[in-house]
């Protein structure tokens, strides 16, 4: 079991840390997973940010907004690797990754990652939950550049995003200057 923070008055399960923890522990290339068929399960976009937050936080990967544009894509002829390190060495893995193409998609949780519009801050133990989003941010910052400077291009995206918006804007960055440059 990963340590678990020492107050537990608030009902949301997995922690931050255990999160990065959990990657930490992961040896490489075991984040790898072969090219998925999404089951037909329904799964709605955009229900509500506590509920986001909660499946993120139980689940920890394959969010509902996530596994719906993985469905999309891979409707529209896309291929990609789903939770995997796009730099083999680099301890940070992607949602999406398209290798070829070199694009790393994050789908980002609304809670977890501090989205302006849906964050709500906890009421109680707030600083300590401000701590954990803001240690999160810091690292997808991290992350984006790290790949960067690897030579990827990475979109970050809110899991309030639309499906058909995710959509465009993934395909977008797989046709991008940046892309092709590569
Ligand atoms: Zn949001």
């Not at 596994?67 to 999406?96: C, E, Q, S, W, Y």
Request: glycine share 4%; charged share 25%.
């Amino acid at each position: 079991m990963p340590p678990q923070p020492a107050k537990r008055s608030i009902i949301v399960g997995r922690s931050v840390t255990s999160d990065i923890l959990d990657s930490l522990r992961s040896p490489a290339g075991t984040t790898r997973r072969s090219i998925e068929h999404v089951d037909e399960k329904r799964e709605s976009w955009a229900s509500s940010p506590a509920t986001r937050a909660s499946m993120r936080a139980n689940r920890g990967r394959d969010t509902g907004p996530e596994m719906a544009l993985r469905r999309a894509l891979h409707a529209r002829g896309r291929r990609f690797f789903v939770n995997r390190r796009p730099v083999k060495n680099l301890r940070r893995t992607a949602d999406i990754v398209f290798p070829r193409a070199h694009l790393a998609v994050f789908v980002d949780g609304c809670f977890w990652h501090g989205c302006p519009e849906h964050h709500t801050m906890a009421r109680t133990n707030a600083a300590y939950w401000r701590a954990k989003v803001e240690t999160n941010r810091s690292r997808d910052r991290e992350t984006v550049q790290l790949l960067t400077q690897q030579g990827w291009t990475v979109l970050r995206l809110w899991e309030h995003v639309s499906l058909d918006d995710a959509v465009a804007q993934v395909e977008g960055a797989l046709v991008s200057p940046a892309v092709n440059s590569l």
